[in-house]
């Protein structure tokens, strides 16, 4: 990785460079953590590069998609793969074409959507979850997702049991929940310990034969400590004592983040050095345009400076020794920070920065097309042997 970023030439930055045998070590560190009665599907919307969904397919039992345009992107790139199609506000296009599109599973978010899907329906079938918004106490995560807009109080679950009632077509396999973003392996098994009673108990009275429950995605990742990974051993060690308490049932997991960050490096150069009232700033060519992780978290981003000893220019090459330094992009808005007064030992105009962690919810939730400068290169690195990586190896490689 290191070579590679390395000889990336000038005008090729800033680029984001993913490290496929990485991922696929990574996703097989996951899978082999995991229970055999939990399966494990992607998010798609922490990072739908194709490459990167051509690398998962074959570790993961599917993918969750969000919209119908990640529908149309997922059948396209990894066809075959089932699709599990979730997310608030589906439009009624959007439901045909899942059910068109033969989607492995419907997340229905409101007892409106299940009507609309009945009346989609035709003679055909299709196995749904129900989205509960459980109002469960999930202690202090990133972000917690409960109480919102998302899937549908306990109260309304017994009206879409009514209206499910004559259409034989919808076939109903369980309840899907999401209810945190950003927990640890401990707290994500207290979570699900409590979701899985209450959704035992909810099947229990009402007489309904449940099959799966899907908890979600969310499992947390550390920005500031990059090679502390989400603890996967420790999950699905504590998943095998809670599901040996629901014989029947199986459960999913939908992560994103904790697949995808550690993949993807945004590696761009420094363009600029200079001194703001007493402060170091290094102005780097990009930003959050590309990547906007750090301003949308309000982190950090752990980055690595690579020394480029070229200097071609007949002056002093600007630098900066043993002091903090703010990087920062080429955006005209005091917005556009990447990291935030980090020591750094030496950093001179010219050297090169790759920013780590940067392969989930970064160049696909940024806004591109702000100040239009030229979009990164893409780059995906495979050496095709496909041997396994240990989740923080492919983090040190760079240093
Ligand atoms: C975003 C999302 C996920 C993935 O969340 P991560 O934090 O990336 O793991 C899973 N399920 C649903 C319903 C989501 O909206």
């Excluded at 309304?156 to 640890?184: N, Y």
Aim: charged share 25%; net charge negative; glycine share 10%.
């Amino acid at each position: 990785m290191y070579d590679l970023v390395a000889e990336l030439p000038d005008d090729e930055l800033p680029a984001y460079v993913y490290d496929l045998p990485g991922l696929r070590g990574h996703v097989r560190t996951i899978r082999a953590a995991l229970p055999d009665r939990v399966e494990l599907l992607y998010a798609a919307k922490a990072n739908s590069d194709p490459l990167v969904l051509r690398t998962l397919a074959g570790h993961v039992h599917g993918f969750e998609v969000a919209s119908g345009g990640e529908l149309d992107h997922v059948r396209a790139t990894v066809p075959g793969a089932p699709v599990a199609f979730g997310g608030p506000g589906k439009t009624p296009q959007e439901l045909s074409r899942a059910l068109d599109a033969g989607a492995e599973r419907l997340h229905v978010e409101s007892e409106h959507e299940l009507r609309l899907l009945a009346a989609l329906l035709g003679d055909r079938t299709v196995d749904v979850l129900l989205r509960v918004n459980l109002p469960v106490d999930v202690g202090r995560v990133a972000l917690a997702m409960g109480g919102g807009p998302f899937g549908m109080d306990p109260a309304q679950l017994d009206r879409c049991l009514e209206v499910m009632e004559p259409v034989p077509g919808i076939r109903l396999r369980g309840l899907h929940f999401h209810l945190a973003s950003g927990l640890q392996a401990q707290p994500h098994l207290l979570l699900v310990d409590k979701v899985l009673a209450w959704a035992g108990s909810w099947a229990r009275d009402r007489g309904v034969d449940l099959r799966e429950v899907n908890v979600g995605g969310g499992m947390g990742v550390d920005y500031t400590h990059p090679p502390r990974v989400f603890d996967w051993p420790a999950l699905g060690a504590g998943l095998r004592r809670i599901l040996a308490r629901h014989p029947h049932l199986t459960l999913r997991i939908e992560p994103g983040r904790s697949v995808t960050a550690y993949c993807g490096w945004y590696v761009t150069q420094v363009l600029d050095l200079k001194s703001s009232r007493g402060h170091a700033f290094a102005v780097l060519r990009g930003g959050t345009h590309h990547l906007r992780t750090p301003a949308a978290k309000q982190h950090d981003q752990p980055f690595e400076v690579i020394p480029d000893e070229t200097w071609p220019r007949p002056w002093k090459r600007p630098e900066v020794r043993d002091e903090p330094v703010t990087l920062v992009g080429q955006l005209c808005t005091p917005k556009d920070v990447l990291a935030s007064r980090i020591m750094i030992e030496r950093l001179r105009v010219g050297d090169r920065v790759a920013f780590a962690m940067a392969g989930a919810y970064a160049w696909n939730i940024s806004h591109h097309t702000f100040l239009m400068h030229p979009h990164p290169t893409f780059h995906h690195f495979d050496d095709d042997a496909g041997e396994p990586v240990a989740g923080d190896t492919y983090v040190r490689q760079m240093s």
